[in-house]
């Protein structure tokens, strides 16, 4: 009997997305700045990372390459084991419709929809019905039930941002990438947003990867790593706000050192 292969099926094992020696590089000659230097990281599935560095270091071009936003330079980025390089411009809009879900520090929500209209705008423009049962756990998991008919601008910036992170989730998509997702938000707010994030990945195995300056937020993730002039520098598992903050800050004075 001949034994059936099927390549695209992802293996349980295989991580939500990874970068193998994923280098960026901008621009030509003197203006030329290497972003990301060699990267290898693997994004484990049902899990939350955080992405910490200082500024400059790399986070956003990591999670733009990551996300299929912006070309790599060499090097490899995956999403569930497709290789996002060779994809064509179509297949690769397909891909971060299907399979990728966005948080932004500014909500972006479309003022003149509900809510409800928001949270299920992406998977309507990809041409797919919103599954309802699945919509009711992503509407109580982030607490807006009594919210769904409002328009952004009635709601506080922490209700917005949970409305962007619903949207995010509707779509369940193979990861969620969040830069800085509180960077707009008092600390209550933040609090909130980072819960229904942590939430999204213990109860209904989201994988989450968030960009933050902020120790605080980071410690709710199950994996914090660190960046520093574009190579990955350590890592830490289940960390506290003080754990991160050491690090960082042993980062900083090792790059005053050797600058
Ligand atoms: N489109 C671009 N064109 C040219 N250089 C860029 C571009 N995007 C980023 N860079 C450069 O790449 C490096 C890494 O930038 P990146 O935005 O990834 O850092 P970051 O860690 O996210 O910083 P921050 O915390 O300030 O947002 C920086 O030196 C930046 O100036």
Redesign the pocket.
Known sequence: MSQTFVPSAPLATEPAARATGLT?V??KGE?Q?T??DSVSVEFARARFTAVM????????????CMAGL?PVTSGSARIGGVELARLNDRRLTALRREKVGFVFQGFNLLPTLTALENMTLPLRLAGRRPDAAWLDTVVATVGLAGRLAHRPTQLSGGQQQRVAVARALVSRPEIVFAD?PTGNLDSRSGAEVLGFLRDSVRELGQTVVM?T?DPVAAAHADRVVF?AD?RLMDELHAPTADAVLDRMLAFESQGRRTR
Do not use: C, I, N, R
């Not at 560095?53 to 733009?64: A, C, F, I, N, Q």
């Open positions: 960026k901008y621009g203006t700045v972003a990301l560095g200082p500024s400059g270091s790399g986070k956003s071009t990591l999670m733009h912006d800085e960009v300056h960046l574009g």
